[in-house]
Structure formats: structure tokens, C-alpha cells
């Protein structure tokens, strides 16, 4: 009886073996998938990023973009094609939130951020370009800004954008309440008389407009 | 020994040097961007402060308050049972128990909404469930809930409805008394003048 073990016995088997185990290793290193996107910011780094309260731009800042003083700027528009088509600013692109991240956008994107442009982004409100702009941030793209006051601001004073810079109705964060007071106080909430209301007028009925009242 | 032995162990030695082309996989319930950017389209994460109050008046179980603006703030002024978690604290060790747990519906809310859904944003990626917004903040929970504005006589009857609530929600809240506004819409066309238009009226 023979007591050497298999492989010294029939090397070729062995041979075999071996190259089939590297092989089925090698290819299956190979042909692991990185995934397409990913955080180039740690969640820590995250909130660091949004506690600095950088990387926003002011409306009034917009007319040195029309004027053409600055040109290094995309503003990007992530409202959806409807909302796009009723009004936007001037010279915005529409790519609809839910599209941002497609493997086009993100090339062209990272291309003109390559080339120094900034991309400026924007919604109805601050709070839609928000969270878009936080996962850009998170990709890695770190000139990407959002626009405050978003377009609804900007709609209401597009033909004053440089009285802007002395307004600050656009600027959330504040509290717009003493706080304290609230706290204590209690007969604070019926509202003030105007002497006006005290007319007499015919009431008017309002045909049915059911505008979702009393929403924030 | 056979120097086949060897020569396997080299082998299999070099093969193990592979797991450094692993690509790296870092905590692996953090939620994908791809995922992440398709849950931050969707709005049902805000919630409106009328929800929250009636959540609160009902004693709700499974709300959770988290205040995220800073303790000084948190202290002077707060919504009842709110816990405080700063922004800058959220991925802090302690405060984590609080953001799991299941069956939990977990509010985030600021002064407005921006800094609330920027913890969000964080809370989800982290690959956290039921986390939601309370819409327009504090500044919009004092506005509508605390100091609610009286809607126009010609106001729908839903309109009505959610000032009556309102009114209520303050009355629990502050503990005042106030004259109902009913009282007062009994005196015939007594109009209040509002500055502008009618627009979304009590919207903050």
C-alpha cells in the first residue's frame, strides 16, 4: 500500500485542481462590481459640511450671472418638466430631481465641474434643492451650491433682484418668534383689533377655491 | 517535504493578497445614493405641525419628538416631550438608541425646516426607518398652532374647521384662555381686513 498522498501520486490531477481554484479566484476578483455612485463623504464629514453653512448662493447674486460678470456658473433647475415650462430663471436647465443622479448627468456634471463651473441648483424653496444638494455634496461634488429662497423667491422679485441684498424674508434657520415669550406667556393669541374690521361690508362668497388652506 | 507544498502555500498566499482589490465596503445597511436621491424626491416625509398637535393631544405612542437645533435653544423654548438631539450630535454613540427603535416614528424638527431635513437626510443614509419632517418648524408650529390667524368670513368650511382646531390645539398648549372664535363670528359681517390676497391661508 502505497502511503503518499494523492496529489504526489497523480500530479496532473493535482495540477488541474490548482489551476481550476485560481482561475474560479482570479475571475470572480475580477469581476467584482464597484458600485456606480458613492459617498466620498463620511456621514461625520456630512455633518460637518452642513453645519458650516457654506456653499449657498444668494438671489441677489443672480444678476451678476445675467449681466454675464460671472459665467462660470450651470443653474440647474430640478423641478419637474411642468413646473419648468410655467416659468423659470432665465438660462436654467431642467434636469427633475428624480433624473440628477442618472450615469448621463452625473458625467456631464462632473465634466463642468472638472472645467471649474459651478452648479447652482434650485427648486421652489430652499428645502426642495436641500436634500439633492446634500447627496451631491456626499458624492463628492464640492461646488455645488443651492439657491436660497429657491424659485418662488426669486419670482416674486426678479424684477429687483439687487434689492435682495437687504432682505432676508428668503433666510430660514432663524427663529421669527421670541421663543421665551411664547413659553411664558399665554394670552397671546387673539389677534390684534384693526379698526377697520369694524366696517360693516357685504360678504363675498369665494366660489370654491379649495387651495389646500392652512398648509405649510 | 515536497516542494509542491511549498509551492501551493506561495500560491495561495499571493490569491489571499486579493482581498486588497476588494472594493471597500463600508457599513453595510448605509443606504445607497441612488436610494437615498429617490426617497428625498418623495415628500411624504413632511409632516404638518397639525398633524403633530393632534398627535400630541392624542398621546400618540409612537411619536417621537426630536428636537435638532442646539440645547440653549432647546431650553428656552421646545414642543412637549421633544427629546434634543444637535445636528452636530446626531451620529454620536448615546443618541443613537434613540433613532432605531422600532414601532417609532421618529419628527424631526428646527427652527424652520431646512437644518430638520438636512438631519434627515444624514438620519436616512445612515439606513434609518420612519423619519420624518415636521413642516415649516417651529416658526410655522407657533404660527398656525400657538398664534393660529382667524380665516375670513367668506372662508371655506374646511378652512373654519382648522382655525376651530387650531384654536383648540393653542388653548391645550398654552393653557390660555381665550375667547372662542365663535363668539366673536356671531356679530354679523364683522370682516377682518387681511394685508393681501388670500392665498393658502395660514401657510407659513
Known amino acids: 500500500m502505497d502511503k503518499r ?24 476578483l475580477l469581476t467584482i462590481r464597484s458600485p456606480k455612485l458613492k459617498y466620498e463623504l463620511s456621514p461625520s464629514q456630512t455633518v460637518e459640511l452642513v453645519t458650516s453653512e457654506e456653499h449657498v448662493m444668494y438671489p441677489y447674486e ?9 459665467d462660470t456658473v450651470i443653474l440647474i433647475d430640478i423641478r419637474n418638466k411642468f413646473e419648468f415650462g410655467r416659468g ?17 448627468n452625473i458625467k456631464r456634471l462632473k465634466q463642468s465641474m472638472d472645467n471649474g463651473m459651478t452648479i447652482v441648483i434650485y427648486g421652489n424653496n430652499q428645502l426642495e434643492a436641500n436634500g439633492p444638494w446634500m447627496v451631491f455634496r456626499q458624492l463628492g461634488f464640492d461646488n455645488v451650491k443651492v439657491l436660497l429662497g429657491g424659485y418662488n423667491f426669486y419670482k416674486e422679485w426678479k424684477d429687483m433682484l439687487g434689492d435682495t441684498y437687504y432682505e432676508d424674508s428668503y433666510l430660514l434657520g432663524a427663529p421669527r418668534y421670541d421663543y421665551a415669550e411664547v ?20 360678504v363675498k362668497r369665494k366660489k370654491k377655491s379649495s387651495v389646500a388652506e392652512g398648509g405649510c | 517535504m515536497n516542494k509542491n507544498y511549498i509551492i501551493l502555500a506561495i500560491l495561495f498566499i499571493i490569491l489571499a493578497g486579493g482581498y486588497f482589490l476588494l472594493p471597500e465596503r463600508e457599513n453595510i445597511k448605509q443606504m445607497k445614493p441612488e436610494d437615498l436621491m429617490r426617497d428625498i424626491v418623495q415628500t411624504s416625509r413632511y409632516v404638518t405641525t397639525d398633524q403633530v398637535a393632534e398627535m400630541i393631544i392624542e398621546g400618540d405612542p409612537t411619536l417621537e ?33 434613540y433613532l432605531g427603535i422600532e414601532d417609532m416614528n421618529v419628527v424631526f424638527f428646527s427652527n424652520d425646516d431646512i437644518l430638520a431635513d438636512q438631519v434627515w437626510v444624514i438620519a436616512k443614509r445612515m439606513g434609518y426607518g420612519s423619519l420624518y419632517v415636521m413642516e415649516g418648524g417651529l416658526n410655522c408650529w407657533i404660527s398656525t398652532i400657538i398664534k393660529p390667524e382667524a380665516p375670513q368670513e367668506t372662508a371655506s368650511k374646511e378652512a373654519i374647521e382648522l382655525y376651530d382646531f387650531r384654536m383648540g390645539a393653542s388653548m ?29 391661508e395660514g401657510g407659513c
Do not use: C, W
Not at chain 1, 443672480?62 to 460671472?70: C, K, M, Q, R, T
Not at chain 1, 423659470?88 to 448621463?104: P, V
Not at chain 2, 438631539?85 to 454620536?92: E, Q, Y
Open chain 2, 65 to 97: 419628538l426630536i428636537d435638532v437645533r442646539n440645547e440653549y435653544d432647546y431650553f428656552e423654548y421646545s414642543l412637549p416631550n421633544a427629546i434634543n438631539i444637535p445636528m452636530d450630535s446626531i451620529l454620536v454613540e448615546e443618541y443613537q438608541d
Open chain 1, 183 to 202: 413659553a411664558s406667556s399665554t394670552a397671546i393669541v387673539q389677534g390684534e383689533d384693526d379698526p377697520e374690521s369694524k366696517k360693516p361690508v357685504t
Open chain 1, 88 to 104: 423659470h430663471i432665465d438660462g436654467a436647465e431642467n434636469i427633475s430631481a428624480i433624473t440628477l443622479l442618472s450615469q448621463d
Open chain 1, 62 to 70: 443672480l444678476e451678476d450671472i445675467f449681466s454675464g460678470a460671472i
Open chain 1, 5 to 28: 498522498h494523492v496529489h504526489e501520486t497523480n500530479p496532473k490531477r493535482t495540477f488541474v485542481t490548482v489551476i481550476i481554484f485560481v482561475v474560479v479566484i482570479v475571475v470572480g
Open chain 2, 172 to 200: 391645550y398648549f398654552t393653557g390660555s384662555d381665550i375667547s372662542t372664535p365663535s363668539e366673536e363670528g356671531a356679530k354679523p359681517v364683522t370682516v377682518k381686513r387681511k394685508k393681501k390676497g388670500s392665498v393658502a
